[in-house]
């Protein structure tokens, strides 16, 4: 791929956490923000130019990196970095939008090697690949992130863990919603292992196999089926899910904001892992939406 590729940033509109354990996921490529690899030769963006050197230093280093199917001119990324390689980005970073991701698919596009061997790995084995690469920023990492930005197109991972390009468009989908700015950024691996650490209590594993599994399956089985009413009644279940169990990940400013918002027909859930960047507010009219938004002083960015 030519320098000046963008890669878009993502939703994960169902799937956090869960994607991990076994539950499934829908993420869609976001265009209102994206980056593309550049040079600058005053070397003015070190802290991009650093992270992305970090990122060299590891595949050079890194035994797991052996795992990968492919390998990368590490030569060549060497050089661009000496040359002020960075990567040029309107994505609000740790704000739950995939800016590590959409990073990952923009040197996998540059530097793989060969370079047209993505066009001969299946979305699992590419997913697999960039789980590896992304874990360096994260700690863990699903892959998917870096998948939806390479691939530019719509995801569902479902119950059987197949992974399907599948066509969908948030403009028909007929669903108000809206982006709500915390104001807060958030780290992703320290929540990564708290949710992971939640695991240890048996009363949480349980909640979360018969209540948050069936609650985002359901919001995006009925999301795909186009069934307004069993999808609102899924997402409360999962709403409420998120609010009781996954307190830590949403900024404390917030808690009382998504509660009493369930009471008046708008759903805020989690956009990624949390603990700041943007949360992900739903109504069944743009009516509902800017009322509820006028009354509570909340604004809102919107996304289609």
């Not at 976001?30 to 980056?35: E, W």
């Not at 590891?58 to 990368?72: A, I, P, R, W, Y």
């Not at 028909?172 to 780290?187: E, P, V």
């Amino acid at each position: 791929m030519e320098f000046g590729t963008h890669f878009n940033s993502k939703f994960l509109l169902f799937g956090e956490y869960g994607l991990m354990y076994d539950a499934m996921a829908l993420s869609v490529p976001f265009p209102k923000f994206s980056g593309f690899l550049d040079f600058d030769p005053d070397h003015s963006h070190l802290e991009s130019t650093g992270e992305i050197r970090k990122f060299y230093e590891h595949l050079e280093s890194d035994e797991s990196t052996q795992t990968l199917h492919f390998s990368f001119d590490l030569e060549r990324l060497k050089d661009d970095l000496d040359k002020g390689l960075f990567f040029n980005s309107s994505i609000p970073q740790q704000y739950g939008l995939g800016s590590s991701g959409a990073l990952v698919a923009a040197l996998f596009g540059k530097y793989a090697f060969p370079s047209n061997l993505g066009n001969n790995l299946s979305p699992e084995i590419l997913k697999a690949n960039f789980a590896v690469l992304e874990s360096f920023f994260h700690g863990r990492s699903s892959g998917l992130d870096p998948l939806i930005s390479y691939l530019n197109k719509p995801i569902l991972i479902d119950s059987k863990k197949q992974i399907c390009p599948i066509e969908f468009d948030l403009n028909k989908c007929g669903l108000a919603m809206a982006l709500i700015d915390t104001h807060t950024t958030s780290a992703t691996e320290p929540l990564v292992k708290h949710f992971i650490d939640l695991f240890n209590l048996p009363e949480f594993e349980q909640a979360f196999k018969n209540q948050f599994i069936p609650a985002n399956n359901g919001c995006i089985e009925s999301l795909l089926n186009d069934d307004k009413e069993k999808f609102f009644l899924h997402l409360g279940q999962l709403v409420k899910f998120q609010v009781y169990h996954f307190h830590q990940m949403i900024p404390v400013n917030f808690h009382r904001v998504i509660s009493f918002a369930h009471c008046e027909k708008v759903y805020i859930k989690l956009l990624g892992s949390g603990g700041g960047g943007f949360l992900l507010a739903f109504a069944e009219s743009q009516n509902v939406l800017d009322q509820w938004s006028k009354k509570r002083g909340v604004e809102l960015l919107p996304i289609i």
